[in-house]
């Protein structure tokens, strides 16, 4: 404590990661068989990374072609657009109606749960779903402002305030990790 | 990356980079009004003044519209029946309604340079929807970013401006928009319509509007503004359409097809013959259809008012 430079400590590194994900794709195949009714959703930025690798094992494992899958930006549905800071918008992508469907939203990291909170607003001005499940890779669940739950978690941790967690994707950052950082004070 | 202005004033003092940074943002509000629900809660808490000190139809339903879409609460004041009639001055009624606690004030007025007048006394960010002669920036905006739709980019592109350039805040902020994006822009029409030393922007003149269009891949055609001309610039309206006017066989007369513009509202048989207005080659409604999707994130953008976070 009291020093300057970022604790590093890793969550789950590349084989652990692998295999946090193959079991979330399997709890999710648990859950929703065949992927008929069922329509993923990743939320941009950070969160179609994780959704694009469980889509990928979901065709692998369940052999499905198909699964309707969707990406999300949730900007305009934020609630701190006047706290000094404004988001850039990423596209939206969801060329399938969710009308009657049981969607499973999916971001890297729940934190206060204001993203889902505001992903659930954008996600309703597209259609009324059946149900929404939420899948996050990293789970903080101390840090909770919202009463907002996930379904399908990879991994729980405690952490504080000023503390961040940082996922990296082999397509994006060249390796699969997922670390915590200490800022310090 | 933010804009580099808290203000929308005039395109003049915008970056190449903020322009780019606003056609990014209307993008995905084009893809928004598409759309079942067009509406989003961005500026859910923002409330907006449509202050109109001269006459709009396009401008301000567009304005009212995009500030709906964006969840704004907006007030609209128009100088006719209002204390303006009554001797009241411009700080006096713009503090007036900010008092009443309005955070953003879209407005137009007949004096050249007022918005930037009322940016030096007051708090609430402005946008300029049209100030006399000078700017009309969100419609240099909405028309390049129609080109930009149209043709894929602008840089590079041969855009022909044709009519009243004199009395036109269009055609200024056209010119500086559209040079900033590196396309070469030329003005045309009789020459009692074009201002003296308008060559030192680096726009091309010509006073044979056929020759403009054979130079150029658009052609925005201005409306005649006899509300403007104090004194008589040309004999008579049907003389301008004979020798200035864009008409069907003109186009038929050139080697190619150009695109056609117009920032309306048109005089149909003057500038602009309706067998040109409503041909596919026009992208008149385009540009009023992007109009919404430029002025919402216009006012997205200046709503932040901080850095953009990544």
């Known amino acids: 404590m009291g020093s300057n430079i970022p604790y590093l400590k890793t969550l789950l590194d590349n084989t652990q990661l692998n295999i946090t994900l193959q079991r979330l794709a399997h709890q999710l195949v648990e859950n929703h068989q065949n992927f008929g009714n069922t329509a993923i959703i990743g939320i941009q930025p950070r969160g179609i990374l994780l959704s694009d690798r469980i889509v990928m094992l979901l065709r692998s494992i369940t052999a499905q072609e198909h699964i309707d899958y969707g990406k999300l930006d949730i900007t305009f549905h934020r609630d701190d657009v006047h706290q000094g800071s404004i988001h850039l918008p990423e596209p939206t992508d969801i060329s399938f109606s969710i009308e009657g469907r049981n969607v499973v939203l999916i971001d890297d990291v729940l934190h206060t749960g204001r993203t889902i909170r505001a992903a659930i607003d954008a996600l309703m001005a597209y259609g009324r779903p059946n149900d929404v499940e939420l899948m996050t890779l990293i789970d903080r669940h101390f840090s909770r402002e919202l009463p907002i739950q996930p379904d399908y978690v990879g991994q729980t941790i405690d952490t504080i305030i000023t503390q961040k967690v940082k996922v990296y994707w082999q397509e994006k950052d060249g390796k699969d990790e997922v670390v915590l950082i200490d800022q310090g004070e | 990356m933010s804009l580099s202005v808290k203000h929308l004033l005039g395109i003049k003092e915008l970056q190449p980079q903020d322009i780019e940074l606003i056609f990014q943002t209307a993008d995905t509000f084009k893809d928004l009004l598409q759309r079942q629900v067009k509406k989003v809660p961005a500026l859910r808490d923002t409330t907006i003044a449509n202050i109109f000190f001269e006459n709009s139809t396009r401008t301000r339903i567009s304005f009212e519209l995009a500030e709906k879409r964006l969840g704004a609460d907006t007030i609209n004041f128009s100088a006719s029946g209002s204390s303006v009639s009554k001797g009241e001055t411009l700080i006096d009624t713009v503090q007036n309604i900010l008092a009443m606690k309005v955070d953003m004030v879209v407005m137009r007025h007949s004096a050249s340079g007022a918005p930037w007048f009322l940016a030096n006394h007051i708090d609430a960010g402005i946008i300029n929807a049209g100030d006399g002669t000078n700017e009309h920036p969100t419609q240099a905006l909405l028309d390049a970013f129609s080109i930009r739709e149209k043709l894929g980019n602008i840089k590079g592109k041969r855009v022909a401006i044709l009519g009243d350039i004199m009395h036109s805040r269009v055609a200024l902020s056209n010119i500086y928009c ?83 513009m117009h920032p309306g509202p048109i005089n149909r048989g003057v500038e602009i013959n309706s067998d040109v207005a409503d041909s596919k080659q026009s992208i008149i409604l385009d540009q009023v259809e992007n109009g919404v999707a430029i002025r919402m994130a216009v006012m997205y953008l200046l709503s932040g008012r901080g850095e953009i976070v990544e």
């Open chain 2, 178 to 260: 559209l040079s900033k994006l590196g396309a070469e822009v030329m003005v045309a029409g009789p020459p009692t319509l074009i201002p003296k030393h308008i060559a030192e922007l680096g726009v091309k003149v010509e006073y044979d509007v056929k020759k403009a269009l054979e130079w150029c891949e658009v052609a925005n055609v201005l409306r005649i503004q006899l509300e403007r001309q104090h004194k008589p610039l040309f004999s008579t309206l049907r003389e301008y359409s004979l020798y200035y006017g864009v008409n069907r066989q003109m186009l038929d007369s050139l080697e190619k097809e150009i695109v056609i």
